[in-house]
């Protein structure tokens, strides 16, 4: 199967870190992408990963494990804007399909 | 500029009839897409064109029938809506069908009651 599976929901504090894992039962695709989606909008583009480590984009970081199968977003000196839902998803190798993560949605406290 | 736009934003209607929602993308990207984001946010893959050509056709119901009259353009015209439909529609494009990240548009949410 080509699942993707993502916590349903997080909570972290103003000001912390925290970190959104993804893991996918595909054996090969080009790359993974991190989108972001806040309620009632449309999902935008953070981040992707091609090969396997840390890719840093200012407060958001991503990092990929394809032999562990997985990835995970991570952000950094949350703020309250990042109350949103993430997505993590790929395109499988051999399709034009582009799959989508369950999604993770985080609530940031004050 | 808005880079991908969908229209109608909302759409309530009763069942059983017919609409259609438009799509365009002034991005220049090759390849269109239909989404479909149910009430526990999962988005699920419909249709997908590239350059006019169907490359994505998912199992949804033949009531559904997309129509990309060129390659900026991708509507979906939905015949005899049911209580099943209701959910945010949402087009995006790509600079090509792989390996491209995805621009959406605002969505349209669907009602029908």
């Known amino acids: 199967g080509q699942n993707i599976d993502q916590p349903t929901e997080m909570t972290a504090t103003e000001g912390a870190i925290v970190q959104i894992n993804c893991t996918y039962q595909?054996?090969?695709?080009?790359?993974l992408f991190w989108y972001q989606q806040h309620a009632g909008e449309a999902p935008t583009f953070l981040s992707y990963?091609?090969?396997?480590g840390l890719e840093e984009k200012g407060r958001f970081s991503s990092f990929l494990s394809r032999s562990k199968g997985y990835s995970y977003l991570l952000l950094k000196e949350l703020q309250m804007k990042d109350s949103a839902s993430y997505l993590c998803?790929?395109?499988?190798?051999?399709?034009?399909?582009?799959?989508f993560g369950t999604g993770t949605r985080l609530k940031v406290l004050a | 500029d808005t880079a991908v736009s969908q229209t109608p934003k909302y759409l309530v209607t009763q069942m059983g009839n017919d609409k259609s929602i438009k799509c365009e993308q002034n991005?220049?990207?090759?390849?269109m897409y239909w989404y479909k984001q149910d009430s526990k946010k999962f988005l699920k893959i419909m249709f997908s064109?590239?350059?006019?050509?169907?490359?994505i056709n998912e199992t949804v119901p033949n009531r559904f029938s997309p129509k990309s009259p060129d390659k900026a353009h991708l509507n979906l015209h939905i015949n005899s809506l049911e209580l099943g439909d209701s959910a945010v529609y949402f087009c995006?494009?790509?600079?090509?069908?792989?390996?491209?990240?995805?621009?959406f548009g605002s969505g349209t949410q669907l009602s029908v009651l």
């Open positions: 995006a494009s790509s600079r090509g069908p792989t390996g491209e990240k995805l621009f």
């Open positions: 595909t054996s090969g695709f080009n790359g």
């Open positions: 990963n091609v090969l396997d």
């Open positions: 998803a790929l395109r499988p190798s051999g399709t034009y399909k582009y799959i």
């Open positions: 991005l220049g990207h090759d390849t």
């Open positions: 064109y590239n350059n006019k050509e169907l490359i």
